[in-house]
């Protein structure tokens, strides 16, 4: 599917919200919706695509000059590339809304597939692909051996054996071209990547599928979504990342808190770990918190306008909007605080991590609970009710 067919049908379904029926709007409150929306929508998540767009963009040329020097420097160069392209992408899916977030996140998956990745698939990969480039065709690919999520693994291999209990076919054939082999098929999925970045920003940009004006006009004749309430749910729908992804999985899973695929309790679990190969879950983390504070306070490095804050503190509700915004602070004090390494934050300073978690547990419990009865909101589907 091109780019524009990809545009169009993410817009088309853009009018089915979050599949529930929208609320019909609180008008009485006389909160300004479309103020906070518009705001959010050209000043917080435009500039996150655009970001993202820019970032992805650069991963191909930096992957591509790897491949042909196939030296320390231009590794380097393309795991630096990588980690801006994943940095940016961390802030802009911690706060999913729109044509990403459409179609059950089917574009999400093609960007970003964690927890979804098969390195024993792409060994297979790797190895049939370099014997018979035109056996392979990245559309019948499941989202487990693409996106970032292989490029990670591509091009931060944790050693030169296979992932597999029997070795793929080709595999012993390839010797001296494993580097080689990984870096080509790092670089088809690199460039898939941009094309998918691209298509995304397309489909934010006024003069492109122009979602930002979806967002800021809800509830008018030049919007989709019936509502400027129903807006306001979408837009608190992808605040849920900090709970069930952040919160549950990234710290609560890697720390055995919550059920881990190790089966551990209250002890490290690294196979549930974010980014281990190249060792950036911290980062992630930072990243995710980021970008919740943006579209929480409304506040960016450029622009300050209305949030979630002031939507609370105009029902008058300014204590739990200031009690929110103090436990989001304090949260990011704990993640910076964190070893850079989180695998060895794991080893070394568990207990800081644990923290860590409940620090982010702290903003989500009122998440849940307060933030949603005030505003009248839904809570996503896939979200635990429970404080845990």
Known sequence: M?????????LAASACGNGSPPKPDSAADGFDRNALLAHLASNVYLPLQADFAAKAAALPPA????CTALDAP????ARAAFGAAIDSWEAAEAVLVGPAAMDNKALRGLIY???????????????????NPGSYDLATELVNTRSLSA???LLYPPNDNHNCPQPPPGWDALGANLAAARCQLALVLATDVAEKAQTLYTAWKPDGGNYVGELAKAGTGDS????????????????????????DMKLGETTGIQVNSCQTVQEACVREVELRYADRQTIALRRNLFAFRQVFTGTTATSDGPGFDDYLAFVEHKDLADRMTASIDAALVDLDALPASFLGA????????????HA?????????SQFLTVLALDIPDDVATDND
């Not at 091109?2 to 993410?10: A, C, E, H, N, Y």
């Not at 982010?360 to 849940?368: Q, R, W």
């Open 151 to 153: 490029i990670e693994f």
């Open 224 to 247: 989709s979504i019936k509502t400027a309430q129903a807006a306001v749910n979408l837009v608190s729908d992808g605040l849920f990342y900090l709970d069930a992804m952040t919160k």
């Open 63 to 66: 992957v591509s000059a790897y």
């Open 74 to 77: 231009t590794q380097n160069a």
């Open 360 to 368: 982010v547990d702290k903003i989500t419990d009122d998440l849940k």
């Open 113 to 131: 597939s964690w927890p979804l990745i098969s390195p024993c698939e792409l060994d297979r990969r790797t190895a049939s692909r370099l014997a």
């Open 2 to 10: 091109g780019t524009r067919s990809i545009v169009v049908t993410l």
């Open 346 to 357: 794991l080893s070394t300073s568990y207990a800081q991590v644990v923290t860590s978690y």
